[in-house]
Nanobody
Framework: QVQLVESGGGLVQAGGSLRLSCAASGRTFSNYAMGWFRQAPGKEREFVAAINWSGTSTYYADSVKGRFTISRDNAEKTVYLLMNSLKPEDTAVYYC???????????????WGQGTQVTVSS
């Protein structure tokens, strides 16, 4: 089992940047593929980005492609989401998730963090 804790959320103006972090503890972090998801009020949780165990494969939602970058540091047991050119529609609670297989749907991730709020003002 792995425990996940997100940080780095906050309030930012449109066009600004934030970097989210997700620190893992428990079993070997490098065994897990990692994903970022987000959930806006009244909406379903949606996929944002995912990265495989070694960091050599990444996937992005079309809505964030070219603006967001997912990366990981297995030595630090941390996965990051660098968010540039933020838009008001990026406002949501952002969650990191872990599982053994790289996936882009929330149903395939068994381990979740508690989330961190990102608010983008116009």
């Amino acid at each position: 089992q792995v425990q996940l804790v997100e940080s780095g959320g906050g309030l930012v103006q449109a066009g600004g940047s934030l970097r989210l972090s997700c620190a893992a503890s428990g079993r070997t972090f490098s065994n897990y593929a990692m994903g970022w998801f987000r959930q806006a009020p009244g909406k379903e949780r949606e996929f944002v980005a995912a990265i495989n165990w070694s960091g050599t494969s990444t996937y992005y939602a079309d809505s964030v492609k070219g603006r967001f970058t997912i990366s990981r540091d297995n030595a630090e047991k941390t996965v990051y989401l660098l968010m540039n050119s933020l838009k008001p529609e990026d406002t949501a609670v952002y969650y990191c998730a872990a599982d053994y297989q790289l996936a882009t749907t929330r149903y395939e991730y068994h381990y979740w963090g508690q989330g961190t709020q990102v608010t983008v003002s116009s």
